[in-house]
């Protein structure tokens, strides 16, 4: 179980919330509403307060590489800092099986950053998240740059890592998807988050 | 030694002559650059006869502590130097300190180890070697610094995103920052590398052309040269490095958090 204990950031009212394991929790609010922020602060990308327990450990008593290995943010806009894309994936073999799930052949390993399509990239950083293989998963509007297709893939891979105990915080846009994934729903603006 | 061919005012006024021709190209061409030009020799001309006024006095006096203070003054310029070549410096006192206080460390250090066991004057810390030295050694480990932190500061601001992934994916600071790292002490010690491989070939370093000028025999002098550059490759290589990983904590914090707010916005 995640538990979030008065997570203070900048540009956000301090929060409490608990996730469990195998649920996902869905962000939605206007753009600039600090939803973005509110994950980096779970993942301690930023300088924030509060504290944070995974599944009883507290966030404070790990170095925070390894927090970050079990609460994995993934960003909107993925970062790539190597050639090809097998640079970038910790274990293949771990994701494997998923990539044809997503529409990508195994040879995509071998393919150039530099000609990946937005959707390919956005695919491929998630698929590169769950190689790490974390209890938590922080989704940043994992699917803003793909098609209907590949959005219920999407989704269906993570409803089948849920399966497994995965936990997600899910930041969307679409109310629609909001309710297909998540069994809650939080709503930020103003700076104020509160349930919906 | 062969006897040194003194120089007076009119060999000078005549050597500035070919500067009037500069002028008036610029002046011709429009280039603007002649205001520039002149102040540039002007202050040249200021700068370096009130440093050889400084310098016969200190010979004169050879006191450590007049030594050392001159020696003070010239780090805290370079200083000032590696804070003006950033293009997005860190916040606050950063943006000097740590350049200054890693080039001190390397050029001094640098400096003392050739002045005490190689150079051996009497009294080791003679003026007449030590502020010659300390000059070359700290003009090089200045440039250095600079381009390494430049080159550090600035490619965090392009591969922002690339570092965040890999921090989120639990890398530590240091695995993140890594090809930036790679990059910035390639950038600062390219010059010294580049200066050392064409040294000879490319043309003759300014010391060791001074020397022979001076009078002194060439195979002398090339000692005095290699000396001087093993000295600035080992200054700048320890200050480049203190300066990167220095920066590279600067730039991120004990939770392993990149830290772009440390740098002023860009200019």
Known sequence: ?196 | MIEYIRLDTLDLVLAGLLLLINGGLSLWLRLGLERHLAVAALRMVVQLLAVALVLRVLFATVSPWLTAGVALAMILFAGREIAARQARGFTGWWSYGLGVSCMAMAAVAVTLFALTTQIQADPWYHPQFAIPLLGMVLGNTMTGIALGLDSLTSGVGRERAAIEAQLALGATRFQALRPLMRDALRSALMPTINAMAAAGLVHLPGMMTGQILAGMEPVEASKYQILIMFLIAGGTGLGAVAAVFGGALRLTDERHRLRPDRLVKGR
């Not at chain 1, 999407?154 to 409803?159: D, F, G, P, S, T």
Request: aromatic share 4%; glycine share 8%.
């Open chain 1, 1 to 196: 179980m995640l538990r979030v204990d008065h997570l203070a950031v900048l540009g956000l009212e301090p929060v409490s919330f608990e996730v469990g394991d195998g649920a996902c929790l869905a962000v939605r609010g206007p753009s600039g509403s600090g939803k973005s922020l509110l994950l980096r602060a779970i993942a301690d990308l930023d300088p924030n307060g509060g504290e944070v327990e995974l599944d009883g450990l507290r966030r404070s008593d790990l170095p925070a590489p390894q927090w970050r290995e079990r609460v994995c943010y993934l960003a909107t806009d993925s970062g790539w800092w190597g050639e090809t894309v097998a640079d970038h994936v910790r274990d293949w073999q771990a994701i494997a099986g998923e990539l044809e799930a997503l529409g990508l052949p195994e040879s995509c390993r071998d393919w150039p950053v530099s000609q990946l399509s937005t959707g390919e990239r956005q695919r491929l950083a998630l698929l590169r998240a769950l190689a790490i293989a974390p209890r938590v998963l922080l989704l940043d509007e994992p699917t803003s740059a793909l098609d209907t297709a590949a959005t219920a893939a999407v989704e269906k891979l993570i409803a089948a890592r849920r399966a497994d105990g995965l936990i997600v915080i899910w930041v969307t846009h679409d109310g629609e998807q909001a309710q297909r994934v998540a069994s809650r729903r939080l709503l930020v603006e103003n700076g104020a988050v509160k349930p919906q």
